[in-house]
């Protein structure tokens, strides 16, 4: 089912999203060489605690950490590790917090020094599938207009889509109806309107989109061994028509 929200529940999504998005610009500028991606969970899990927030990912559905740190053909859902970032690597960087009831969730991919320039390529243009994807969503359109969106910008640099992972309603829950997938699955899917929420997330491959679940039963990594890069933000339609909350 499809909550549509209020625009005093906007107004309490708005406080969640500017968490999530200030803990996004912290973790770029904590994302260096030498760092490792536990210490930027601790970081980002007092951050969204000085806030007065809770986050969203810790303890949901068993998850063990704050954030989720994927790095290189890790493609979502990455441990936390001890694990030094080196010169080179891609790290994606999914967050979530929940305040007053409601959560903001976002997710970034950062470069590490000096990143091949096929794989910086990857990342500007999963960037960008974002903001086509978003584009679609507006009054009228189709829950698969914004996987079309995305699908075909990505494509079109000959780029995997990863099917498995999508984007989701958010409200309340941090997973909440419709499902949003980033490719045209064969159904134009629910009519969107004023009132909803979603976590637009494309997750796109510099190779095949196919994945793996790696043995801790979480991690999602490439078949193939490629990048992976991954950039969502939380978004809104008001009266007034898309709003994205965590940038």
Known sequence: MIFLKSASDFEKMRVAGAIVRDVLALMEEKCKEGVTTAELDKIAESYIRKCGAEPSFLNYNGFPYSICASVN????????????????????????????????DAARTFLIGNVAPETKKLVEVTKECFFKGAA???????????????QGYAESFGYGVVREMIGHGIGRKMHEDPEVPNYFTGRRGERLET???????????LGSPAIFEAENGWTVVTCDGKPAA???????????????LTL
Request: proline content about 4%; glycine content about 12%; hydrophobic content about 40%.
């Open 136 to 150: 679609a969503f507006k009054e009228g359109n189709r829950i698969s207009d914004i996987g079309k969106a995305v």
């Open 73 to 104: 053909d890790e493609v979502v859902h990455g441990f936390p590790s001890d694990r030094p970032l080196r010169d080179g690597d891609i790290v994606s960087i999914d967050v979530g917090a929940v305040i007053n009831g409601f959560h903001g």
């Open 230 to 244: 991954h950039y969502e933000n939380t978004t809104i339609l008001t009266k007034n028509g898309l709003e994205i």
């Open 195 to 205: 009132g909803m929420a979603l976590a637009i997330e494309p997750m796109i491959t």
